[in-house]
């Protein structure tokens, strides 16, 4: 490695990495540099006439970095607690959604709104992309694209599985910013070695989600990182992922990378990923298949359990 490519890669730093990784990360910082203005400074350099110096200097400073990582910590927390009820409405199309959850049951019905209106006038009607699609015979670009969100992580895990690599997804619901833990360490096998990040959007990922992702490697104390997304990255994002050692897949390489493989595991994914209906979306509140609704804002996906369950996603583009 070139000394000019020494100095391209940038690593991010402190505050970087706490505005970017999980609440707990910068609660951490906050609680250590607490602990170094209060107790590890004084201990350190209070007990000599020369160094005392060094404990007015320093100490403060600690103190200022802990109430700094702190109030990151709050915000990130606060942020985490309340997502705005809005941001149904402002996720890319196709996206890895939020899920909109379901206020308890009350005995006493709310007043419907429009959505909850257009949901109980299409709930008897049957939608015509409740019918399973034909299942293709080889990969290409255009099935990938039409691969419903959950069953891509589910399709990129278990490509890693048939590549020998150990490979476990997230829960349902809120993943924490990683879809997938890779394990290949022999030595301790229980040891996360890299992380994977998918996102089936329509459109191409920016460099927001990618630098959300550095933070995740941060916070797991992991070296290497994946982000896969059928329809590629931007610019910046291929950029801030060049110098942080984040490899992107997009749909070009993935299918590459499929059609490498023995004809017999190529056949096996094939058939994973196209099973039964493989193209309407999973809830991302309870895991079902949706439907597809109209409203006065136009088309959306619904939960099939409303009003047992409120989840939401915006309609494929490629659908409409």
Known sequence: MTRRSRRSRREPGLIEIAATSDWKVSAGMSAFCALAGGVIIPALFGGSRILASLVIM????????????????????????????????????????????APASTPVSPPLSS???????CAAEPSATEAVAERPTAWSRELIDRIEWKRFEDLCCE????????????????????????????????????????????????VRAVRELRGVMAHEKVEKAFFMAPNGFTDDARA???????????????????????????????????????????????GIKMTARDSKRGGFWG????????????MRAAAT
Not at 180 to 196: E, G, H, Y
């Open 115 to 121: 959505l909850d209106k257009a949901f109980l006038r």
């Open 159 to 206: 490509f890693y599985r048939i590549k020998g690599i150990r490979a476990e997804t997230t829960r349902l619901g809120a993943d924490g910013g990683v879809d997938i833990r890779l394990f290949q360490d022999n030595s301790d096998p229980q040891r996360c070695t890299a992380v994977v990040q998918c996102k089936a959007w329509n459109q191409a990922v920016g």
């Open 240 to 286: 801030f992922a060049a110098e942080n050692r984040i490899t992107l897949l997009d749909g070009k390489l993935f299918l590459a990378m499929l059609e490498r493989l023995p004809a017999e595991p190529r056949q096996q994914l094939l058939d994973f990923a196209t099973a039964g209906d493989w193209t309407t979306p999973t809830c991302p509140s309870c």
């Open 58 to 101: 320093l100490s403060p400073i600690a103190w200022i970095m802990a109430i700094a990582f702190g109030l990151i910590s709050l915000m990130r927390y606060l942020k985490t607690r309340h997502t705005p009820a809005s941001s149904a409405t402002r996720t890319p199309s196709r996206a890895e959604p939020i899920a909109r959850s």
């Open 303 to 314: 939960c099939v359990s409303y009003p047992k369950c409120r989840g939401t996603l915006p």
